[in-house]
């Protein structure tokens, strides 16, 4: 068995609410993705979960977010 990111690979969509205002946050894919150049088979960097960017268009707030990795 291997850990994967339920996130990234659509087993659900999760909810983030903003710490500053409340508003849902969107998610905007893996921090490696959004600041940097990516490919789709990067491996993860850390096994027990996957860094997600989610942001606020209220407030402009910007979190990363660790997602817990699963076993498939």
Known sequence: ME??????NKL????IRCSKC?????EKG???EYLD???????????????H???CY??????KICINNEFM
């Not at 409340?22 to 969107?26: D, K, T």
């Not at 150049?37 to 860094?51: G, K, Q, R």
């Not at 209220?58 to 979190?63: F, G, I, R, T």
């Open 3 to 8: 850990r994967i990111c339920p996130v990234c």
């Open 12 to 15: 659900y969509n999760i909810s």
């Open 22 to 26: 409340g508003n849902l946050m969107a």
């Open 30 to 32: 893996r921090d490696d």
């Open 37 to 51: 150049d990516y490919t789709a088979n990067m491996p993860l960097e850390n096994s027990t979960c996957c860094t």
């Open 53 to 55: 960017i989610f942001y």
């Open 58 to 63: 209220k407030c402009d707030k910007m979190e």
